[in-house]
Structures are given as structure tokens and as C-alpha cells.
């Protein structure tokens, strides 16, 4: 299993971003997909968690982040809107199959205040 994920870059503090995990199976044959960020001197953290077609968010992105699928391209979203500066981190795509973990290489998601 690959995961692909782009989209991150420099935003000011307002902007919104989207970024993309290019799975290199189908999105239907993991149990759980995800995003998770890790700032600088932090420990990675969940942003959302997708399982049994639900989307989980971490409380601090509630409201300004939204988790999409597009099944037909083996692809999963984060639309990050109203980016704070505490948003930056390297942002991870994740994904469970068969009790393995799968990672993504990470963007980075910077904004400027």
C-alpha cells in the first residue's frame, strides 16, 4: 500500500488549503483513513479519523476542516478553511488495513500570521 499526499504550502492566517492522499488501492479496502499533522517539538496528532463512514475530528479543527472521499480516484481530502498559524505542522495521511498502518510522506502546512 503507497500512500501519495500533496497540497500543503504557505497560507496566510485566514486562507484555506486543500490537501490530497492518492491511495494506490482502492479507498474501500481500508478499515480506517485519516489525517494527522506533527509540529515542530510536538507528537503527532489526529486531525480527522474516517471509519464506518463517519469522520472524527480533533476539536481544535472542528468546523474549519472537512474530510471528502472521491472513491472513483482512490483519493481522500482535507479542506482546511480559516487556517490559524497553529495549524502548521507536517501533514500525514494514514490508513488501516488488516491490522498494518500505512503513512503517507508528509506536506507541509505553514501559515503566516
Known amino acids: 500500500v503507497q500512500l501519495q499526499a500533496s497540497g500543503g504550502g504557505l497560507v496566510q492566517a485566514g486562507g484555506s488549503l486543500r490537501l490530497s492522499c492518492a491511495a494506490s488501492e482502492s479507498i474501500y479496502s481500508f478499515n480506517v483513513m485519516g489525517w494527522y499533522r506533527q509540529a515542530p517539538g510536538k507528537q503527532r496528532e489526529p486531525v480527522v479519523v474516517f471509519r464506518s463512514g463517519s469522520p472524527d475530528y480533533a476539536d481544535s479543527v472542528k468546523g474549519r476542516f472537512a474530510f471528502s472521499t472521491d472513491v472513483a480516484k482512490n483519493t481522500v481530502y482535507l479542506k482546511m478553511n480559516r487556517l490559524k498559524p497553529e495549524d502548521t505542522a507536517v501533514y500525514y495521511c494514514?490508513?488501516?488495513?488488516?491490522?498494518?498502518?500505512?503513512w503517507g510522506q508528509g506536506t507541509q502546512v505553514t501559515v503566516s500570521s
Open positions: 494514514n490508513a488501516q488495513l488488516g491490522g498494518q498502518t500505512y
